[in-house]
């Protein structure tokens, strides 16, 4: 059974650092696509950064060069370094992985995701 375990939200000041780390258990997280994604109140869920199986990771324009997205396929867990945090930042935060392949174009879209973990928070301040 495949679950998901978030931790490492918080709050953090404007240009804070924060790293969120996912648990996986019942997968090898290399052999699955996985992602990042976000909530704000009132809002969509939206695609923060994917990593495919291969490795190749890819980002939302808008945490490009401030997010990075790792795994650690010893530990199997997925992480979410997240630097120069701003307050548009603020959201819960999920893990996610899809049993089997996905690709560029669809990484950091939610409906393609089989699974998901139980969400961490995120707040920055001003």
């Known amino acids: 059974q495949v679950q998901l375990v978030e931790s490492g939200g918080g709050s953090v000041q404007a240009g804070g650092s924060l790293r969120l780390s996912c648990a996986a258990s019942?997968?090898?997280?290399?052999?699955?696509?996985m992602g990042w994604f976000r909530q704000a109140p009132g809002k969509e869920r939206e695609g923060v950064a994917g990593?495919?199986?291969?490795?190749?990771?890819y980002y939302a324009g808008s945490v490009k060069g401030r997010f990075t997205i790792s795994r650690d396929n010893a530990k199997n867990m997925l992480y979410l370094q997240m630097n120069s945090l701003k307050p548009e930042d603020t959201a819960m935060y999920y893990c996610a992985a899809r049993a089997g392949g996905c690709s560029w174009w669809n990484v950091l879209g939610p409906s393609v995701y089989n699974y998901w973990g139980q969400g961490t928070q995120v707040t920055v301040s001003s």
């Open positions: 019942g997968y090898t997280v290399s052999t699955y696509c």
């Open positions: 990593i495919l199986g291969s490795g190749s990771t």
